[in-house]
């Protein structure tokens, strides 16, 4: 079982930088690729960035390649998303998931609960 628990949101002027957390409970943590994904109001769901257990591949959505980053620290059992110049499209709620290295949601078996991003023009 693993439960996973984000922080870092807030509210940012565009251009700003916010970095996100994502602590997991759990002894499976290392073994699992880290997904992050958005819902902004009105949409569905939408993948951003995938990294693997070792953290030396990772996969990104062609919206926020080159302005996020993830990483991760298994001895911490936490993954972060790194979000440079900011835009107001990137206003959504955020959340981290922890399973198969994919960009379908459906690979992911557990999710933590999200945490707003909001990006003001």
């Known amino acids: 079982q693993v439960q996973l628990v984000e922080s870092g949101g807030g509210l940012v002027q565009a251009g700003g930088s916010l970095r996100l957390s994502c602590a997991a409970s759990?002894?499976?943590?290392?073994?699992?690729?880290m997904g992050w994904f958005r819902q902004a109001p009105g949409k569905e769901r939408e993948f951003v960035v995938s990294?693997?257990?070792?953290?030396?591949?990772?996969v990104y959505a062609d919206s926020v390649k080159g302005r996020f980053t993830a990483f991760r620290d298994n001895a911490l059992n936490t993954a972060y998303l790194q979000m440079n110049s900011l835009k107001p499209e990137d206003t959504a709620v955020y959340y981290c998931a922890a399973g198969l290295f994919s960009v379908a949601g459906q690979a992911y078996d557990y999710w933590g609960q999200g945490t707003q991003v909001t990006v003001s023009s």
């Open positions: 759990g002894r499976t943590f290392s073994s699992r690729a």
């Open positions: 990294i693997r257990w070792s953290g030396g591949n990772t």
